[in-house]
């Protein structure tokens, strides 16, 4: 897959999404990265903003299964991930898919999920397999898991395991719209929804090839080291009692590359590494005497890390 074509593809689910998430430009762009970057999405914002209705508009781009999971304190491992059933008729044991096999993976209220539950992620998430009674079983590709948490109700709720927060590539706010945005949402929502009239873009095959495509994206030794530099440097601050780990790393440049390539280029610069990092690092940091969670000390942070992270010089026909 050329990575024109990858760009041009990106710029094309750009301008899809947008179509229902107006005004959210740099949002936008940053679902895009996480999906086209092989990574997984968590947003965290009040209700009301558009959280749901972003999965569903990348589901629905790229004509992909999609599938929901509300979170409940009641719910349960096996109602993610499926579980071993016995037919009477055959007297023989099958496996019954959870939802967890799908495309695009919406976990709505995902803080409202017990540890227990929200552990059977883990290896969802990083291996893109379930394991139910010694068997492996392969998830559809592409697989993309957009979770979504309200920061600021905090009753009959569960903090995220730090280790389940490393496996969220990136980690995006929605915001409120502006007064022109907001008018604009109205407007397309008093007959229809402009979801229900959204055509696909893009097939699931297509976004794999893409994927694979953004991984060929350059990656200069300085820049590797500049991207190794900053997640070291979160985890020496004083305030810091957890920082980004290789995991994060690894997101860094994945999503690093994935914005070049929405840039239309086929190297990775500074300026991508800066673009993505407070999204992709901040979730990863926690900050001393806190639980976890995207904070706004945590954010900050990583802004003063890539101040004082100095950058290199890259020159690239």
Same mark, same amino acid.
């Given at each position: 897959?050329?990575?024109?074509? @990858?760009?041009a593809?990106?710029g094309?689910?750009?301008?899809?999404?947008?179509?229902? !998430?107006?005004?959210?430009? /740099?949002?936008?762009?940053?679902?895009?990265?996480?999906?086209?970057?092989?990574?997984? =999405?968590?947003?965290?914002?009040?209700?009301?903003?558009?959280?749901?209705?972003?999965?569903?508009?990348? #589901?629905?781009?790229?004509?992909?299964?999609?599938?929901?999971?509300?979170? @409940?304190?009641d719910?349960?491992?096996?109602? !993610?991930?499926?579980?071993?059933?016995?037919?009477?008729?055959?007297?023989?044991?099958?496996?019954?898919?959870?939802?967890?096999?799908?495309?695009?993976?919406l976990?709505?209220?995902?803080?409202? @999920?017990?540890?227990k539950?929200?552990?059977?992620?883990?290896?969802?998430m990083?291996?893109?397999?379930? &394991?139910?009674?010694?068997? $492996?079983?392969?998830?559809p590709?592409?697989?993309? %898991?957009?979770?979504?948490?309200?920061?600021?109700?905090h009753?009959?709720?569960?903090?995220?395991?730090?280790? /389940?927060?490393?496996?969220?590539?990136?980690?995006?706010? !929605?915001?409120?719209?502006? #007064?022109?945005?907001?008018?604009?949402?109205? +407007?397309?929502?008093? %007959?229809?929804?402009?979801?229900?009239?959204?055509?696909?873009?893009?097939?699931?095959?297509?976004? $794999?090839?893409?994927?694979?495509?953004?991984?060929?994206v350059?990656?200069?030794?300085?820049?590797?080291?500049?991207?190794?530099?900053?997640?070291? #440097?979160?985890? /020496?601050?004083?305030?810091?009692?957890?920082?980004?780990?290789?995991?994060? &790393?690894?997101? =860094?440049?994945?999503?690093?590359?994935?914005?070049?390539?929405?840039?239309?280029?086929?190297?990775? &610069?500074?300026?991508?590494?800066?673009?993505?990092?407070?999204? $992709?690092? +901040?979730?990863?940091?926690?900050?001393?005497?806190? $639980?976890?969670?995207?904070?706004?000390?945590?954010?900050? !942070?990583?802004?003063?890390?890539?101040?004082?992270?100095? #950058?290199?010089?890259?020159?690239?026909?």
């Open positions: 897959m050329d990575l024109r074509q @990858t760009s593809a990106m094309s689910m750009v301008a899809s999404i947008e179509r229902v !998430i107006t005004g959210k430009r /740099e949002a936008v762009e940053l679902a895009t990265c996480a999906l086209f970057g092989g990574v997984h =999405l968590l947003i965290e914002d009040v209700p009301g903003v558009g959280k749901t209705m972003l999965a569903r508009t990348i #589901a629905r781009s790229i004509d992909g299964t999609f599938k929901r999971i509300q979170g @409940t304190s719910l349960l491992p096996s109602d !993610i991930t499926g579980a071993t059933i016995y037919d009477q008729k055959s007297m023989t044991f099958h496996f019954s898919p959870g939802p967890v096999f799908a495309n695009v993976l976990f709505d209220e995902i803080n409202r @999920t017990g540890p539950t929200q552990s059977a992620l883990l290896e969802v990083d291996e893109g397999s379930v &394991s139910v009674d010694g068997n $492996v079983y392969e998830l590709r592409p697989f993309f %898991v957009a979770a979504t948490r309200n920061p600021i109700e009753h009959g709720t569960f903090p995220l395991p730090e280790g /389940e927060l490393d496996r969220f590539g990136i980690s995006i706010a !929605i915001g409120y719209p502006d #007064a022109a945005a907001e008018s604009d949402v109205v +407007a397309q929502q008093l %007959v229809t929804h402009p979801l229900e009239e959204l055509e696909p873009v893009l097939s699931p095959d297509d976004v $794999v090839s893409h994927q694979n495509a953004v991984r060929t350059h990656v200069e030794q300085s820049v590797l080291d500049y991207v190794i530099a900053i997640s070291r #440097a979160t985890r /020496e601050r004083p305030e810091v009692a957890l920082g980004a780990s290789p995991r994060g &790393s690894v997101a =860094l440049t994945r999503a690093s590359q994935a914005h070049a390539a929405l840039e239309g280029r086929d190297f990775i &610069s500074p300026d991508d590494v800066k673009y993505v990092a407070p999204s $992709v690092l +901040a979730h990863r940091v926690l900050v001393a005497g806190e $639980v976890g969670g995207t904070s706004d000390a945590a954010r900050e !942070i990583v802004m003063r890390v890539l101040e004082s992270v100095e #950058a290199p010089v890259v020159k690239r026909g």
